[in-house]
T-cell receptor, first 119, second 109 residues
Framework: EAGVVQSPRYKIIEKKQPVAFWCNPI?????LYWYLQNLGQGPELLIRYENEEAVDDSQLPKDRFSAERLKGVDSTLKIQPAELGDSAVYLC?????????????????FGPGTRLLVL | RKEVEQDPGPFNVPEGATVAFNCTYSNSASQSFFWYRQDCRKEPKLLMSVYSSGNEDGRFTAQLNRASQYISLLIRDSKLSDSATYLCVVTRPGFDMRFGAGTRLTVKP
């Protein structure tokens, strides 16, 4: 079975430029997450989707970040304009369910991430 | 204070050693607990869930102490392939998942 797919794997852009990341979750997984991971830190949740609905975007910097999950499958995360401090790894994860489900259903599977470098 | 705290290490141990990692969490309403493993420049992968009764998976044993809000991971008979960063993960009601910063382990020949 295919895992979580992300693209691109690497992206180098100049500050103030826009950038977009794409994620295809595991088939049948209703819950999709976007995380940001800085070097030496654990992943930090940016946004969580239940199907096509964003149920937790409290940590998403909405002045420059946006996300969508049309049709409740693939998702894109966009930054516009990018800043130097946005350089990090952006991880997408998916799970069968969340919110009080069994730990099997809550288990998150991560994609390989997109390494972003803003110059 | 971070919601999930771990000793960052690094822990440098010889092959065959037993090593233990600790994790504390601040939200007493936390419901689910996990250990994830992350290899260098790779994505995190689930190592094991942590249950109140404690659970074991081969050389790995996880313990949860709700009263002290403390989770542990014990690795026995360390292998070179155990070298990685181990992330403690805690979820709260409404499934707000929080990761610790990770503990780095290096197992040496």
């Amino acid at each position: 079975e295919a895992g979580v797919v992300q693209s691109p794997r690497y992206k180098i852009i100049e500050k103030k430029q826009p950038v977009a990341f794409w994620c295809n979750p595991i088939s049948g997984h209703n819950t999709l997450y976007w995380y940001l991971q800085n070097l030496g830190q654990g992943p930090e949740l940016l946004i969580r989707y239940e199907n096509e609905e964003a149920v937790d975007d409290s940590q998403l910097p909405k002045d420059r970040f946006s996300a969508e999950r049309l049709k409740g499958v693939d998702s894109t995360l966009k930054i516009q304009p990018a800043e130097l401090g946005d350089s990090a790894v952006y991880l997408c994860a998916s799970s069968l369910a969340s919110g009080g489900a069994s730990d099997v259903q809550e288990t998150q599977y991560f994609g390989p991430g997109t390494r972003l470098l803003v110059l | 204070r971070k919601e999930v705290e771990q000793d960052p290490g690094p822990f440098n141990v010889p092959e065959g050693a037993t090593v233990a990692f600790n994790c504390t969490y601040s939200n007493s309403a936390s419901q689910s607990f996990f250990w994830y493993r992350q290899d260098c420049r790779k994505e995190p992968k689930l190592l094991m869930s942590v249950y109140s009764s404690g659970n074991e998976d081969g050389r790995f044993t996880a313990q949860l102490n709700r009263a002290s809000q403390y989770i542990s991971l014990l690795i026995r008979d360390s292998k070179l392939s155990d070298s990685a960063t181990y992330l403690c993960v805690v979820t709260r009601p409404g499934f707000d998942m929080r990761f610790g910063a990770g503990t780095r382990l290096t197992v040496k020949p």
